[in-house]
C-alpha cells in the first residue's frame, strides 16, 4: 500500500516562502499525475496545482505566479514552492495521485502570519 508523507510546513510572514516535499513509499509517481491540494479551516479541500507525468503544470488563478510544483520521479517525491505568501494560503497542504485519491497522508500544516 502506498504512503504518502508530506513536508516542510511551518509558520511564516506574509510574503515569505516555503517548499513542501511529498514522498510516496512505492513508486508511483512515474505512471501518476499529481496535484497538492489544501484545505483550510472550514473549507473543502481544494486541488490548487497539478503536473502530469511529462512535467506539464496547471495551477488555480489564486496561486499562480507564487507557487510552482515540480517532480523528481527517481526519488518518488512531488514539491511544492511557496513564495509570496499571503494569510489566505494558511492551511493543511497535502498529495495524492490525480483521480480516485490514494489514501491521505497526515498534511502538513502551513500558517502564515500578517
Known amino acids: 500500500q502506498v504512503q504518502l508523507v508530506e513536508s516542510g510546513g511551518g509558520l511564516v510572514q506574509a510574503g515569505g516562502s516555503l517548499r513542501l516535499s511529498c514522498a510516496a513509499s512505492?513508486?508511483?509517481?512515474?505512471?501518476?499525475?499529481m496535484g497538492w491540494y489544501r484545505q483550510a479551516p472550514g473549507k473543502q479541500r481544494e486541488l490548487f496545482a497539478t503536473?502530469?507525468?511529462?512535467?506539464?503544470?496547471n495551477y488555480v488563478d489564486s496561486v499562480k505566479g507564487r507557487f510552482t510544483i515540480s517532480r523528481d520521479n527517481d526519488k518518488n517525491t512531488v514539491y511544492l514552492q511557496m513564495n509570496s505568501l499571503k494569510v489566505e494560503d494558511t492551511a493543511v497542504y497535502y498529495c495524492?495521485?490525480?483521480?480516485?485519491?490514494?489514501?491521505w497522508g497526515q498534511g502538513t500544516q502551513v500558517t502564515v502570519s500578517s
Open positions: 495524492n495521485i490525480l483521480g480516485p485519491p490514494l489514501a
Open positions: 503536473i502530469s507525468k511529462g512535467g506539464t503544470t
Open positions: 512505492g513508486n508511483i509517481f512515474s505512471t501518476k499525475s
